[in-house]
């Protein structure tokens, strides 16, 4: 008996010490950016490492702030990253609820074709795409970088499901009472969906903000550089300069990463929602 | 009443048309038409402006000579193996773990392990150029203290592709790892119970209930992991721009380089369309052989 309760506690110290090992190698990255960019660029390239940065040089952030138009490139970010997210939300709800809850000819095949070019790489797009963004004067606009990111096929698959789960009884019962689709929806479909509707809205948000290749190739303009092209050009810039590069890397991750930490679970649920659908 | 019936029907049908139309207008701009011109572009000379030379399935025969070309889908082949053979056992052993029933902390655990997921990619390819940098990344530091020989990570091209590999497993292990935590809390516990009476090994239930109850899962992560591995880019772009000496030269950037570095449209149309069928008949593939190995409960 003793000796299978000692078996069991090794078991249950192995695989604390495991997942820890784990965790330590997916955050010794982030650490080590963190580290690096505070300090000078000599002490960066001392070998065994030096963990904590001694001096710590915070000018690092300001430097790398104003060595490259980062304040232009931050704004950018999030324009565009809350009006796709913004119009995508709206959109969405409205398509996805007429999929879910109303009958309108050709709904199922126009639903059929919408599912189908889940499996589409994007890249293959890239050339006709660019060709019509060239035809409709949006190269080198905000349009390129909005217009085509509000349609979402897999926020439409996602909140379709959860409009699904709403009681048809529940519009009846409000036309009867003389509402208008608009006001219901608003009223009754929106707030019974809030966690699909904020997993939708997330999802977008994050996926606008680290998006590289579309703004790489609809834009050649510095001032609509987001980001994550920013970071790229901001490289070819400084070289090898890492402090500097890892500041730049720290300030371009925050704001996702702080947004993640206040909703992972939403973030996680809607994640195992559409793997397992 | 038939009237007012049927004038509710017209009515249904009008308000779902005007609120799927939006969606729909840029579901046909830029995915529908797109692809059809993509197709269409794909048997033309087109050097971005003025007209376009009809070469029919030229820019197909010439694709299967081009060694540049090979070598990219070579080394997409190699990315993608890499990610399916390494990165999903990983994730579904960090599933496993994650899901033993006594563990405290699990959310904690998963919170770090999905971490890299949500972070921007071009920032962490240049904390990865920096982690991989061979006389001061901490990668080579940790293989020193274990008395390895140093790599070359990005510079040598035997390694940059194992480099870009590795990073890649440490970015999306954790997407795959939440899927497969959510598989493996599907399976009823009176299975491991009833496996437990009979005197069932730890082994014996993994090889037994988990992986036969885990497969709709598992499939779904290969199918998933195959089709985002093959579109491989930026990685390739940001660290090793492709190089060296094209070891890391995926089908995805060389498309991007045929288009909007040599301005050959239709060439590059023509690889897109083999990269869309190649996708489709590896998913078709899988799907013939998932009936031997995929349980639905």
Request: aromatic share 18%.
């Amino acid at each position: 008996m003793q000796t299978y309760a000692f078996r069991r506690g090794i078991g249950k110290l192995l695989l604390y010490v495991l997942l820890s090992l784990g965790a330590l190698v997916m955050i010794l990255p982030f650490l080590w950016m963190l580290s690096t960019s505070l300090k000078d660029e000599v002490s960066a390239l001392q070998m065994p490492p030096q963990w904590i940065p001694r001096p710590v040089h915070w000018e690092n952030f300001p430097r790398a702030w104003s060595a490259a138009p980062f304040g232009r490139y931050f704004f950018n970010s999030f324009f565009i990253a809350i009006t796709t997210t913004v119009g995508e939300v709206i959109t969405t709800i409205f398509a996805a609820y007429a999929f879910a809850k109303m009958n309108f000819f050709g709904k199922n095949v126009l639903f059929t074709i919408f599912l189908g070019t889940l499996m589409i790489p994007g890249q293959m797009l890239l050339v006709p795409n660019y060709v019509t963004i060239k035809k409709l004067g949006w190269y080198n606009t905000y349009w390129a970088l909005i217009i085509p990111w509000t349609v979402s096929v897999f926020g439409i698959f996602l909140l379709r499901q959860f409009f699904r789960t709403i009681p048809d009884e529940f519009w009846d019962a409000a036309r009867i009472d003389g509402c208008s689709r608009f006001r219901y929806i608003w009223q009754v479909v929106v707030p019974l969906s809030r966690p699909g509707i904020a997993t939708v809205a997330l999802f977008k948000f994050i996926g606008s903000w680290n998006a590289f290749l579309w703004v790489l190739i609809m834009t050649d303009k510095v001032e609509l550089r987001t980001i994550p092209v920013g970071l790229r050009f901001f490289m070819s810039d400084v070289g090898t300069n890492y402090p500097l590069l890892m500041a730049a890397s720290t300030m371009a991750i925050l704001p996702v990463l702080l947004i993640f930490l206040f909703t992972q679970r939403q973030f996680i649920q809607g994640i195992t929602r559409t793997g397992l659908k | 009443m038939f009237a007012r019936l049927r004038r509710y029907k017209y009515q249904q049908w009008f308000w779902g048309y005007l609120f799927v139309i939006p969606v729909m207008a840029g579901f046909f701009l830029f995915m529908v038409y797109p692809m059809i011109s993509g197709i269409a572009l794909s048997f033309y000379q087109w050097p971005g402006i003025g007209p376009k030379e009809w070469v029919g399935v030229a820019n197909y025969l010439k694709m299967f000579r081009d060694v540049h070309f090979l070598r990219a889908v070579g080394n997409t082949v190699y990315y993608t193996l890499g990610i399916l053979v390494l990165g999903v056992p990983l994730a579904l052993f960090w599933a496993i773990l994650l899901n033993q029933k006594f563990l405290k902390g699990r959310n904690f655990f998963r919170l770090i392990y999905f971490l890299p997921t949500v972070t921007m990619m071009a920032a962490v390819s240049m904390v990865w150029k920096w982690l991989l940098s061979p006389n001061y990344g901490l990668v080579n530091y940790f293989l020193g203290l274990v008395g390895l020989p140093k790599v070359n990570w990005l510079l040598d091209p035997k390694w940059a592709m194992p480099g870009l590999i590795l990073m890649s497993i440490w970015k999306g292990t954790g997407f795959n790892m939440v899927i497969f935590l959510a598989g493996l809390q599907g399976i009823p516990k009176t299975y491991y119970e009833a496996a437990e009476i009979d005197g069932a090994t730890a082994w014996h239930k993994f090889r037994y209930i988990t992986l036969p109850l885990l497969s709709p899962t598992t499939f779904f992560v290969i199918i998933t992991t195959m089709i985002t591995s093959f579109q491989i880019f930026q990685q390739a772009y940001i660290l090793t721009e492709g190089g060296p000496r094209e070891a890391t030269t995926t089908i995805v950037f060389y498309i991007y380089k045929n288009a909007f570095e040599w301005f050959k449209m239709g060439y590059s149309c023509a690889q897109s369309v083999f990269l869309l069928l190649v996708l489709i008949l590896a998913t078709l593939i899988q799907w013939r052989i998932q009936r031997r190995w995929v349980h639905y409960a």
